[in-house]
């Protein structure tokens, strides 16, 4: 994949846009019909959710750091211990729901992010899919709290006409690969991470790349002002062909928390 560098014209031409499909119209004699779901059960549901995620933003707070303190938790909480593993256990509330609290440090355990005073902390990635062809860069940058995850639904739905839809439509028709390359890892809060991913958009622009999905600037990045420049030898090297991604024929290369990619490569 080459980049190419340019004038930064695309940050002046990129332009607030509605993607909302318009409402139908419908007479008095339509009627819609959607099968119902049990609501005990939904709510039952929701609430085993509620307190699964409550449970494990209470270990990730720093409290426990084995298996033996989650054990402990676990008999404090008067929850009945159904299965233990590693860095996991399997347990039982008192209304008879299954769910799995991990350690801090588990793959899965961020997913329900760490209680803080003006909000709930995540893991945070930022990422861009790119495709070029003759001279010019399109792409598209997105923000995630699953990485895998993200990239199925890139792919699945690359056909369509919204999110990464019209870049792999422009590279379908540049006859141009999409490549998938981390750009940031941080730890945060929700508005962080929206800072995070303007200041990439604006990165972008600057390099005059190309914006198929006519992405939503919002006042997050109207209000940001990045002077650094797009790493495009780094971004490059890093990249990763999305296809081969999405459909396990190659691994993802993972980066370390809290870093950011520069000219020189990832850096904490």
């Known amino acids: 994949m080459v980049w190419f560098s340019g004038s930064g014209s695309r940050l002046s031409s990129i332009v607030e846009s509605g993607d909302a499909a318009g409402a139908t119209a419908h007479n008095d004699q339509t009627f819609l019909w959607a099968p119902q779901r049990s609501v005990g059960l939904e709510d039952g549901r929701r609430r085993c959710m509620t307190q699964k995620k409550i449970y494990q933003r209470d270990?990730?707070?720093g409290a426990i750091s084995d298996i033996a303190e989650l054990l402990r938790f676990v008999a404090d909480k008067n929850l009945v211990l159904a299965r233990r593993?590693?860095?996991?256990v399997g347990v039982k509330d008192a209304a008879g729901r299954r769910f799995r609290?991990?350690?801090p440090d588990h793959p899965k355990a961020m997913k329900a992010g760490i209680a803080g005073v003006h909000g709930p902390i995540y893991d945070f990635w930022i990422y861009a899919?790119?495709?070029g062809s003759a001279g010019n860069v399109a792409c598209y940058v997105g923000q995630t709290r699953s990485v895998s995850r993200r990239i199925r639904e890139h792919w699945k739905h690359r056909l369509g006409t919204r999110s990464s839809g019209p870049l792999f439509g422009w590279a379908e028709h540049h006859e141009a690969e999409v490549n998938f390359v981390l750009l940031q890892s941080l730890r945060g809060r929700q508005r962080e991470a929206n800072h995070a991913e303007a200041e990439w958009k604006?990165?972008?622009a600057r390099a005059d790349f190309h914006?198929?999905?006519r992405e939503l600037l919002g006042a997050g990045m109207r209000r940001t002002a990045s002077s650094d420049p797009w790493p495009f030898d780094a971004a490059a090297n890093n990249s990763q062909p999305i296809e081969q991604?999405?459909?396990?024929?190659?691994a993802l290369a993972s980066i370390e928390g809290n870093c950011m990619l520069g000219e020189e490569g990832y850096r904490t």
């Open 101 to 103: 609290l991990f350690l």
């Open 245 to 250: 991604l999405a459909t396990g024929v190659i």
């Open 202 to 204: 604006v990165r972008a």
């Open 85 to 88: 593993g590693a860095s996991y």
């Open 129 to 131: 899919l790119f495709a």
């Open 59 to 61: 270990i990730n707070s």
């Open 211 to 213: 914006f198929p999905s």
